[in-house]
């Protein structure tokens, strides 16, 4: 879609605790200024420990003003922010040792076709 974007999406089930979770997402062609022609993919692997995903570009209205992202004028219609997040659940840390931190880890692998 063209103009602003956000999207916080859940990601696929998994087989159990310790597997990640991997989200595919296609961008298409246009992304990459050096590669106009080429389609951008990403491969979004994250430790269950996130419980969702966001796909979001500030746009023209996002990148207005002193909170927005810091890159070249027209920056916004080249970018793409994929990552996991922490959106609809909340993360709960205990009192324990064992149970007072939280960690997530991600790999992210952009490709193009």
């Known amino acids: 879609p063209k103009g602003y974007f956000d999207r916080v999406y859940p990601p696929p089930p998994q ?3 310790d597997t990640p979770r991997i989200m595919h997402v296609h961008v298409g062609k246009g992304l ?3 590669a106009p022609d080429a389609a951008t993919s990403y491969e979004v692997e994250m430790s269950a420990s996130w419980p969702d995903f966001v796909v979001f570009n500030p746009w023209l209205e996002g ?3 002193d909170k927005g992202p810091d890159f ?3 920056g916004y219609k080249y970018m793409i922010c994929v990552e996991p997040t922490i959106a609809s659940l909340p993360v709960e840390l205990g009192t324990s040792p064992t149970d007072s931190s939280w960690s997530g880890t991600c790999r ?3 490709t193009q076709d």
């Open 15 to 17: 087989s159990s605790a």
């Open 32 to 34: 990459d200024q050096g």
């Open 63 to 65: 990148k207005k003003g």
């Open 72 to 74: 070249d004028d027209d």
């Open 108 to 110: 992210i692998k952009i």
